[in-house]
Nanobody
Framework: QVHLVESGGGLVQPGGSLRLSCAASGSIISFHVMGWYRQAPGKQRELVAVITVGGGTNYADSVKGRFTISRDNAKNTVYLQMNSLKPEDTAVYYC?????????WGQGTQVTVSS
């Protein structure tokens, strides 16, 4: 079984920054796509950012220019650097990894942006 473990969530003031980490139990180069999703109370889970095995990235319009997804293959870890955080970024953030025939989710980490 593949395990994804998120960390780095917490409470931050508007305008602040957080870096989320997603540590995989296996080599992340085996996954075609890894990404971050989030789910706010009363809303559907939405895609935030993805990174492919080739290094290409895509972002939701709402986070472009503020969030950066990256990976460290040696550490089998994917990161989400979140800057200029807004209250509307408050959500549970989930790591996702996909490869042929498989799709995995982490347990989620809470991000709360509030004064």
């Amino acid at each position: 079984q593949v395990h994804l473990v998120e960390s780095g969530g917490g409470l931050v003031q508007p305008g602040g920054s957080l870096r989320l980490s997603c540590a995989a139990s296996g080599s992340i180069i085996s996954f075609h796509v890894m990404g971050w999703y989030r789910q706010a109370p009363g809303k559907q889970r939405e895609l935030v950012a993805v990174i492919t095995v080739g290094g290409g990235t895509n972002y939701a319009d709402s986070v472009k220019g503020r969030f950066t997804i990256s990976r460290d293959n040696a550490k089998n870890t994917v990161y989400l650097q979140m800057n200029s955080l807004k209250p509307e970024d408050t959500a549970v953030y989930y790591c996702n990894a996909a490869k042929i025939g498989s799709n995995y989710w982490g347990q989620g980490t809470q991000v709360t942006v509030s004064s």
